[in-house]
């Protein structure tokens, strides 16, 4: 919910100084660069780059000219630290160590583990919950538009171009608008379907129009930002005033408001911006760690909830995107360990090694 929110909120900060950061301005950072570019990615010498590459970088499309911005980052970090000064940022990023293809290891696999979560929660709803359940539509679809969303953040922390940033963005809005459109179904849809499928049309547009605006127009960081922010806290908003309204009525709507309160306080360790601890683990990747157990804390609270709403209740809403993966897909995961923690940090390779 509007933990997607806050993370795409701090995002867009960090990319709005992804023009230019004190490392990548600095002159000995550029001329290595150049010098690398210069010995390493043309004629033969780029053909033996690319015979020594390994698959996965080629796959994860790391090029010549990447591996020699990574090597002249850690040049220039080795002199900064050797003077004394305080490790710079480039691109608007801290300097990580990349393992195997992954710009950022942490935050890819706290990615990752937060999709994970979402599967197996949506797997044990799926089971728990009869299809014939009002809520239940709105809540699978809910469960696949944020596992599109984590997919494509583990996409981007692995590899940081063009296309995967906006991509990451775009996902995390529409998480934050399905969240709306989730509070709208469970607080006045299920008694007016026709309020629920007019907001459905309108945040369809919005979203429609938002995209369309970035990927056509401008990608307008400062818009994208107050117009998430905006919905999110509509979002957050409009949660805690039901679950108030409701705490006495049905009680586990107050696990909800640990939700929404968690997900607000989690935010905070973002502002703890800091160079990544042994060059992996930043504020960024601790947040995302964080947030993984928040999802089973969420869908039990969507469990919980099938007590609270009846089938006469009304006709099941139509979701504001309706999946279309293949049911088999969860029966194939069904059975996953809950938990895969299981990696470790290598040694990056580059032109220079």
Request: charged share 15%; proline share 6%.
């Amino acid at each position: 919910m509007a933990g997607r929110m806050v993370r795409l909120v701090l995002l867009v900060g960090a990319a709005a100084l992804a023009s230019g950061s004190q490392g990548d301005r600095e002159p000995v950072y550029r001329d290595c660069v150049l010098r690398c570019e210069e010995r390493n990615c043309s004629g033969g010498a780029l053909k033996h780059f690319r015979s020594r590459q390994p698959i996965y970088m080629t796959l994860a499309g790391w090029t010549c000219q990447d591996d020699c911005k990574y090597e002249c980052m850690w040049v220039t970090v080795g002199l900064y630290l050797q003077e004394g000064h305080k490790v710079p940022q480039f691109h608007g990023k801290w300097p990580f160590f990349r393992f195997l293809c992954f710009q950022e290891p942490a935050s890819a696999v706290a990615s990752f583990l937060n999709g994970l979560a979402s599967l197996v929660m949506l797997c044990r709803y799926r089971i728990s919950v009869p299809a014939s359940s009002p809520m239940y539509p709105t809540c699978v679809a809910f469960a696949w538009v944020s596992l599109n969303a984590w997919f494509w953040s583990t996409v981007f922390h692995t590899r940081d171009t063009d296309l995967t940033e906006k991509m990451d963005y775009f996902c995390a809005s529409t998480v934050i608008l399905h969240s709306v459109y989730l509070c709208c179904v469970r607080t006045v849809g299920l008694q007016r379907p026709a309020v629920a499928s007019a907001f459905r049309a309108l945040l369809l547009l919005m979203l429609t129009a938002h995209v369309s605006y970035l990927s056509l127009v401008r990608f307008d960081y400062g818009y994208n930002l107050a117009a998430n922010v905006a919905i999110g806290l509509v979002n957050a908003a409009w949660w805690l005033t039901w679950c108030l309204r409701n705490r006495q009525r049905l009680p586990h709507v107050r696990k909800c408001i640990v939700v929404v309160l968690l997900l607000q306080g989690l935010s905070l360790l973002e502002l703890l911006d800091f160079p990544p601890l042994f060059w992996v683990l930043d504020a960024h990747a601790i947040w995302h760690v964080s947030t993984i157990p928040v999802h089973v804390l969420f869908f039990s609270i969507l469990n919980l909830d099938m007590e609270g709403v009846g089938p006469e209740s009304c006709n099941p809403p139509t979701p504001l995107l309706t999946p279309t993966w293949p049911s088999q897909v969860l029966a194939s995961v069904q059975t996953w360990p809950h938990n895969i923690w299981g990696w470790k940090m290598g040694n990056p390779s580059g032109p220079w090694s």
